[in-house]
């Protein structure tokens, strides 16, 4: 049976109306932190400086900026902890966009505590979860309102990280500040979650005032660099 070109017309400009309404009704929760000069900077006391200048013409205001590809809300490579992968040129332009956007579970981490075995165990992550968010005492702190880095800030600890490496199904792992390890554990929990087979991708730095937790939709998509590490935007769609 030849179906009516004009029919087929329809159902195609229907299917995109739908699409378009559905994009209309999304509730989006942006968890990306703006860029700005007095935002802070790992193991500085003075923050990220003077990164961002804009400039007043005739006409026009043109910007420039010059930053650490580890600054705000950013993802890592494995060529960030491991420099046989940087020379080999893996970097952030060939990561797998499809394990940053999908399905999240956003996970609040009980106070007073880093992201130990027993914390991991605790939350009971079921298997084919593939992308987790970690809410933790960083964002009631507000941490990244403070110019001053705050080395006490709540991250993985190595045990924790191996923990979600074996027992998981994990490949995205976000937090709520500048390291998804905790300060002094910094490369030991890198090479555990970028060194794994699967390709974990840590997103670092989210901004999780206004979430709750529970499911959501991440979009995440960084720059295209050929570095380490790379600025993210990301949102959550409830």
């Known amino acids: 049976m030849k179906i009516p070109f004009g029919i087929i017309l329809l159902l195609l400009l229907g299917t995109v109306a739908a699409t378009v309404e559905n994009f209309d ?20 006391k003075k ?30 490579c494995p060529a960030h902890i491991f420099q046989e992968q940087h020379e080999r040129g893996v970097t952030v332009d060939s990561l797998d966009l499809r394990t940053l956007m999908g399905p999240v579970l ?24 593939k992308r987790v968010i970690f809410k933790t005492q960083n964002t009631n702190r507000k941490l990244m309102q403070q110019q001053e880095f705050a080395g006490d800030y709540t991250g993985f600890t190595v ?5 979600l490496v074996k027992n998981t199904e994990i490949k995205f792992v ?14 030991a929990v890198h090479q555990a979650l970028l060194g794994d087979s699967r390709g974990i991708i840590p997103v670092e730095n989210l901004k999780l005032d206004d979430v709750k937790p529970g499911p959501y939709t991440v979009y995440c998509l960084p720059l295209r660099l050929l570095a380490e590490a790379a600025p993210v935007r990301c949102i959550l769609v409830a």
């Open 25 to 44: 009704s999304w509730n989006i929760i942006d968890i990306t932190h703006p860029i700005r000069n007095d935002m802070p900077s790992f193991d500085s």
């Open 47 to 76: 923050g990220a400086g003077n990164i961002l200048n804009e400039t007043y013409g005739a006409f026009t205001v043109t910007g420039n900026f010059r930053m650490s590809t580890h600054l705000g809300s950013h993802v890592d």
């Open 106 to 129: 956003v996970i609040e981490v009980p106070p007073d505590t880093n992201i130990t075995t027993e914390v991991v165990r605790s939350f009971n992550i079921s298997q084919g979860v």
């Open 159 to 163: 045990d924790g990280a191996q923990e």
């Open 174 to 187: 976000g937090i709520d500040y500048m390291s998804v390890a905790r300060n002094g554990d910094v490369v």
